[in-house]
């Protein structure tokens, strides 16, 4: 029998794949970086400020979309968009074992589209691939138009691509595009089909990492939740997890109203979609209110909020 463990399962290795090759892309940027540095004119290990070195920069910032987008990286995107029609598969047959009726839809099969699309875009040369080259391009027009030190901008370049005690940068930017592109389609796909089968109880499932964020802590362990309660768990109501051995209560960042690391604009209508914000690997699974403790379902019934939404 289908297990919604599969689907997260299915993620996580396209996620994995996807980056593992990218640290390796990374030293390559870097040690042609090198090569290209060593045409710079410098003076006692300062860069010299001249027209020839402002036009390396030009040079090297024409040449960094090849260094990013190597067939090896253009052949990762096709093999993770791929996935989307994986995790399809599993959504459908999942669906299939709760609802014996359930056929996907032509609103289903454009969801699946355009997310594919957005993640190529993404992954390309006008996303990804213009980022990393004007953060870069930056790191050298700094050091070159200010005449910086010849060793300092090598080591500055080094700690943005290849400092294994951080994920460099372009390592970064995938992590994130591949983990919230997949997850939200998945979640979405999900949300969409809940609601056409008038599904309210659900519960936050996925693994806890090192990185995890305090909400997605808490609601891992907050087992099951109904479509009302929404509102306050977006407020971090009675949310607590564990810090240093101490019961804590979930903090709520300042600008945006909403527990840290959530996307800016999450509300009870996207919040199935959102889930924990940026790179959350966390999805929400609908279930049967039978299976909802008797105490959990007595608590939200007795709320008003219950009552409000019973009576719309």
């Known amino acids: 029998m289908p297990q919604f463990n599969d689907i997260l399962k299915r993620i996580d290795e396209a996620i994995t794949k996807f980056n593992k090759v990218i640290p390796g892309i990374q030293k390559s940027i870097f040690n042609d970086l090198q090569d290209e540095l060593k045409r710079l ?6 860069i010299k400020t001249t027209v020839a070195n402002i036009k390396i920069i030009t040079s090297i910032k024409n040449k960094l979309l090849r260094l990013i987008l190597t067939p090896e990286y253009k052949k990762e995107v096709k093999d993770f968009v791929k996935a989307f029609n994986d995790v399809t598969k599993l959504q459908n047959e999942y669906w299939l074992s709760v609802e014996k009726e359930f056929e996907p839809t032509p609103l289903l099969r454009e969801i699946k589209t355009q ?8 992954l390309s040369a006008s996303g990804i691939g213009a980022t990393i080259q004007e953060q870069i391009t930056d790191i050298l027009r700094t050091n070159i138009t200010t005449g910086g030190s010849y060793s300092a901008l090598n080591n500055q370049l080094r700690e943005a691509l290849v400092n294994t005690e951080t994920d460099g940068l372009l390592l970064k930017y995938t992590k994130q595009i591949t983990t919230d592109a997949i997850n939200q389609y998945s979640a979405q796909y999900t949300q969409t089909v809940s609601n ?3 599904f309210e109880w659900f519960a936050y499932q996925g693994s806890d990492i090192k990185t995890t964020r305090p909400f997605c802590d808490a609601m891992t362990d907050f087992r099951y939740f109904h479509v009302t309660e929404i509102p306050d768990l977006l407020a971090a109501k009675d949310l607590y997890y564990m810090k240093d051995g101490h019961k804590t209560k979930v ?5 945006t109203g909403l527990p840290h690391g959530m996307i800016p604009g999450t509300n009870p209508s996207n919040f199935q979609i959102n889930r924990g914000g940026y790179n959350c690997g966390h ?15 007595e608590k939200v019934f007795a709320s008003p909020e219950y009552k409000a939404f019973k009576n719309s």
């Open 41 to 46: 004119d410098t003076v006692d290990g300062k």
């Open 115 to 122: 997310a594919i699309e957005d993640t190529v875009k993404s």
């Open 196 to 198: 056409d089968l008038g």
């Open 251 to 255: 903090p709520i960042y300042e600008k």
């Open 283 to 297: 999805q929400i699974r609908p279930v049967s209110a039978a299976i909802v403790p008797n105490d959990i379902k």
